[in-house]
Nanobody, 125 residues
């Protein structure tokens, strides 16, 4: 069973950047479409970005389009989320997730059967 571990979170000032990493172990990472979700206090978990199993360009939530970039390195079993021009409203726990069933859109948390434990990102204004 593949396990996912996020890293790279922390506290950053508004306008700054962070890069999140999600390392997979214990299985075939390249079989999964991968995504990042986030959950702010009192809110539902929301889709941030997705990259297909073979890589290439990602799909993004409108709220992060143009500021965040998702990428993956199948040789390193890792998916990344580069976050630039951070805003206070980006503050949340960020989760990486894997979809082994290749859902067409992959915007719903229900599409994903593999989850990391989450990592806090806090943007101070």
């Amino acid at each position: 069973q593949v396990q996912l571990v996020e890293s790279g979170g922390g506290l950053v000032q508004a306008g700054g950047s962070l890069r999140l990493s999600c390392a997979a172990s214990g299985g075939t990472f390249s079989r999964y479409n991968m995504a990042w979700f986030r959950q702010a206090p009192g809110k539902e978990r929301e889709f941030v970005a997705r990259v297909l199993w073979r890589g290439g360009g990602g799909n993004y939530a409108d709220s992060v389009k143009g500021r965040f970039t998702i990428s993956r390195d199948n040789a390193k079993n890792t998916v990344y989320l580069q976050m630039n021009s951070l805003k206070s409203e980006d503050t949340a726990v960020y989760y990486c997730a894997g979809d082994s069933n290749y859902h067409i859109f992959g915007y719903s948390a229900r599409d994903y059967d593999l989850w990391g434990q989450g990592i806090q990102v806090t943007v101070s204004s």
